[in-house]
């Protein structure tokens, strides 16, 4: 008997996503977008939350990307955010398209592993 809690996602479906060092509202900006692209495993409304103190936040999600949700109309930023994905190389790519249907997305690094990447976009107002 497992206690594991079951995955509706493929492993090779899911990205794992990662913002820091931008504000509370850009950060929403970006995870909702998301949230309305792909099935997650935390609900949009509770990311991101409010935070104690002045210190950096880092804020993080994984996203099944194997089917759309909905496409997400354009998001608004007040300064460029950078967001890093883990995954599988196709999952990373549908990832990207979900989010250039809302953002400019730039690709400005890549760590490439044998299944897996990570991936470090810039997405700007479009």
Do not use: I
């Amino acid at each position: 008997m497992s206690t594991a809690p079951e995955q509706s996602a493929e492993p090779t479906a899911q990205v794992t996503v990662t913002l820091d060092r931008c504000g509370k509202e850009d950060a929403k900006a970006v995870l909702d977008a998301l949230h309305t692209s792909f099935p997650c495993d935390s609900a949009s409304e509770s990311a991101p939350g409010e935070t104690a103190g002045d210190g950096p936040v880092v804020r993080t999600a994984t996203f099944d990307v194997s089917r759309t949700l909905a496409l997400p109309g354009p998001g608004r930023l007040s300064a460029p955010v950078t967001l890093t994905a883990q995954g599988g190389y196709h999952a990373v790519d549908r990832l990207r398209e979900g989010l250039a249907e809302s953002f400019a997305v730039t690709v400005t690094g890549t760590a490439s592993g044998d299944q897996e990447q990570e991936v470090a976009f810039r997405l700007d107002n479009r």
